[in-house]
């Protein structure tokens, strides 16, 4: 159970251009969910936090207008890289809080390259 | 502020060798540990957790103790396989905004050879 599924899991987009990255939680109510990047041989840095129905929360230094999240429904959040640099070349993982004890399970990520 | 430190990687090891990945924080106040395993190609599982001072967390034949006094929480294997290979990360667990989130180390990659 508590299975996040997340598309594509990887991605090339041309200088300028945006991308959608999806987060699906396939058998239970997201109604948090979190993004991440990670660069390479990194740690995985919290770009922000969603609610679902609410204005995501972004951490410190995170563009909002750069990174656009949405979270309409209870399985369903999405990051769309705006205007899309070299820079935004990276790892991005979702991620989603479950369950009483409030366990996180998390997304395979998506490999974005930005050419 | 709060974060975590492993050790860097990768690590090389013949199978049934004995494993030690280091992770120290810095937190304030007392928050949950975690280690988390990704194999390639998939998302990151939960390995093993502790909650407060002294914990034992343990889970497929890892284990890790959360040590106040050192504020480490090194995760340690008795006998490698090599289907344990994959990146481990260490995390800690912090309140902020009214949220739980995490935060990782930079994860440390394992490798097994038979």
């Known amino acids: 159970g508590a299975v996040v599924s997340q598309h594509p899991s990887w991605v090339i987009c041309k200088s300028g251009t945006s991308v959608k990255i999806e987060c699906r939680s396939l058998?239970?109510?997201?109604?948090?969910m979190f993004w991440y990047r990670q660069f390479p041989k990194q740690s995985l840095m919290l770009m922000a936090t969603?609610?679902?129905?609410?204005?995501?929360?972004?951490e410190q230094g995170v563009e909002k207008d750069k990174f656009l999240i949405n979270h309409a429904s209870l399985t369903l959040s999405t990051l769309t890289v705006t205007s899309a640099h070299p820079e935004d070349s990276s790892f991005y993982i979702c991620?989603?809080?479950?369950?009483?004890?409030?366990?996180?399970?998390f997304g395979s990520g998506t490999r974005l390259t930005v050419v | 502020g709060n974060s975590v430190t492993q050790m860097e990687g990768p690590v090389t090891l013949s199978e049934e060798a004995f494993l030690t990945i280091n992770c120290t924080y810095t937190?304030?106040?007392?928050?949950?540990l975690f280690w988390y395993v990704q194999y390639p190609g998939e998302g990151l599982q939960l390995l093993l957790k502790?909650?407060?001072?002294?914990d034992k967390g343990s889970n497929k034949g890892f284990e890790a103790t959360y040590r106040k006094e050192t504020t480490s929480f090194h995760l340690e294997k008795g006998s490698v396989q090599v289907s344990d290979s994959a990146v481990y990360f260490c995390?800690?667990?912090?309140?902020?905004?009214?949220?739980?989130?995490?935060?990782f180390g930079a994860g440390t990659r394992l490798a097994v050879h038979p």
């Open positions: 991620s989603a809080r479950y369950g009483a004890n409030y366990g996180y399970t």
């Open positions: 058998d239970f109510q997201a109604t948090t």
């Open positions: 969603s609610n679902e129905g609410s204005k995501a929360t972004y």
């Open positions: 937190a304030t106040g007392y928050p949950s």
């Open positions: 502790a909650t407060k001072a002294d």
């Open positions: 995390a800690l667990r912090y309140s902020s905004g009214g949220y739980n989130k995490l935060i």
